[in-house]
C-alpha cells in the first residue's frame, strides 16, 4: 500500500545568491519497496555547502541536480518496511536520499547506525564525511606535525570546529580560528582553540598576524579569498595549505581572482592541495575507530543547529551559506 510525503525539488536554478523560490515543496506518492529493497521514514537530514554547486548546470564532482527533480543528499532514516533479510522495521540507516519524508531504498545503499557511539544525529556530522574531511585534510594532506601552528577558516562550522580540535589532539602548538561573528568567537575558544577573530572586524590579515604573531604552519582553507591570501603572507617557511573549499565565492557571478601575494609560495617553498574527502575514503576505518573514541571521552565536542520541519529545509540550506549555524547545520523531520 503506497503512502503519501512530501520532497523538495530544484524549481530554478539560482543566479547568485539562491532564493527560496528555487525550492518546490511538493507532495507525493511513495511506492511500496521492492525485493532487495527497504522503506524508510527520514528522521534526519543534512544541508551542505556542496549543494549550492549542484544547483548550477555545471559539470563538477557531483552531478547537478536535474531541474524539476527532487534533491539528494546525506540523510538518517528509520525502516518503515523491509523486503530484505538485512534490515528489520525499526531499524536506522544513514544513506544518500534526504530532502523527503520518505525514500525507497536499494538494501547496499543503506548503511546500518551503531547507536552506542553517540546519539544518531552525529552520524551526519563528527561519525560522517564531515568528521573523515577534517581528519584527512589535517592529517594526510596538510600532513599537520605536533608542535606546528594551525589557521582554520570557516572554524565554527561542522568542518572547521572538528579541525581545530583534531589539530589540538594531534599535539599543534597553536591553533587559530576565524569566524563571522563574536559570539562564534567565543564559543570557539570555550572549545579549545588557543586564539580566534571576527574575520568581518578588520582586514583578515591584520587579524591573523595578532593571533598568530610567530606565523603558521598549516592553513586549512575552507573560505578561500581574503582567507588564504591572509594565509600565505603568515605562513612559515615549507607550511602547507589544505584546500577544503572556498565557500566565499560559491554564489559568485564572475570569476573570482586569485590571492595577490602567490609568488611567495615560491621563496616560503608553499604546498598548496586541494581534496576531496571522496579520495580518501581507505582513510575510513582509522578515522570512525579514532573519533568514536575521542567523542566516548568528551575529547571531542561537536555542536549542531537543528530547524524542525522539511518545509523549512531550504531555509535551513540558506541559513547555511549566511552562516546561521555554529557547528553542523541538521533538519530534523
Ligand atoms: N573537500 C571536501 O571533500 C569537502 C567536504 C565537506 C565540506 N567541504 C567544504 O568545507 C567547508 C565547510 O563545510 P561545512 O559543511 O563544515 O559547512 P559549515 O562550515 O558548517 O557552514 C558554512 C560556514 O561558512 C561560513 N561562511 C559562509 N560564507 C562565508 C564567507 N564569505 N567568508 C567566510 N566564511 C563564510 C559561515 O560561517 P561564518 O559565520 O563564520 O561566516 C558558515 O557557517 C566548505 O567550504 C565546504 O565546501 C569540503
Not at 82 to 106: C, I, M, N, Q
Not at 144 to 158: D, H, I, M, W
Request: net charge neutral; hydrophobic share 40%; with cysteine.
Amino acid at each position: 500500500m503506497s503512502r503519501a510525503g512530501r520532497e523538495v525539488r530544484l524549481a530554478s536554478r539560482p543566479h547568485g545568491w539562491p532564493t527560496p523560490e528555487n525550492f518546490d515543496l511538493v507532495k507525493v506518492s511513495v511506492p511500496d519497496p521492492g525485493p532487495g529493497q527497504l522503506l524508510v521514514r527520514n528522521v534526519w537530514m543534512s544541508v551542505d555547502p556542496y549543494m549550492r554547486g549542484r544547483m548550477d548546470d555545471r559539470r563538477s564532482y557531483s552531478p547537478p541536480y536535474a531541474l524539476g527533480e527532487v534533491l539528494d543528499g546525506g540523510a538518517i532514516g528509520e525502516v518503515v518496511s523491509s523486503e530484505t533479510d538485512a534490515f528489520r522495521p525499526g531499524d536506522l540507516v544513514r544513506h544518500g536520499k534526504g530532502w523527503r519524508e520518505y525514500a525507497v531504498l536499494d538494501e547496499r545503499a543503506a548503511q546500518r547506525v551503531d547507536q552506542t557511539v553517540a546519539p544518531v544525529s552525529a552520524y551526519l556530522g563528527p561519525l560522517s564525511g564531515i568528521g573523515l574531511t577534517a581528519y584527512v585534510g589535517l592529517l594526510d594532506v596538510a600532513a599537520l606535525r605536533p608542535g606546528e601552528a594551525v589557521f582554520v577558516s570557516a572554524a565554527a562550522g561542522a568542518v572547521g570546529s572538528l579541525t581545530g580540535q583534531i589539530a589540538k589532539l594531534k599535539g599543534a602548538a597553536r591553533v587559530v580560528g576565524s569566524a563571522g561573528s563574536d559570539e562564534k568567537v567565543a564559543r570557539l575558544l570555550d572549545l579549545g582553540f588557543d586564539a580566534a577573530f571576527n574575520y568581518r572586524a578588520q582586514p583578515v590579515r591584520r587579524s591573523l598576524k595578532e593571533a598568530a604573531p610567530e606565523g603558521i604552519d598549516v592553513y586549512f582553507d575552507n573560505v578561500g579569498a581574503d582567507h588564504l591570501e591572509a594565509a600565505i603572507a603568515c605562513m612559515r617557511l615549507n607550511g602547507r595549505v589544505a584546500i577544503c573549499g572556498m565557500i566565499s565565492q560559491y554564489n559568485a557571478t564572475e570569476p573570482v581572482p586569485g590571492p595577490r601575494n602567490l609568488s611567495l609560495a615560491v621563496s616560503k617553498r608553499l604546498t598548496l592541495r586541494g581534496f576531496l574527502l571522496y579520495d580518501h575514503l581507505g582513510r575510513r576505518e582509522q578515522f570512525v575507530g579514532e573519533m568514536s573514541e575521542w567523542l566516548r571521552s568528551g575529547q571531542i565536542r561537536y555542536h549542531e543547529t537543528v530547524v524542525d520541519g522539511l518545509e523549512n529545509a531550504p531555509a535551513a540550506f540558506l541559513g547555511l551559506l549566511r552562516g546561521e549555524n555554529f557547528g553542523k547545520m541538521l533538519v530534523r523531520l
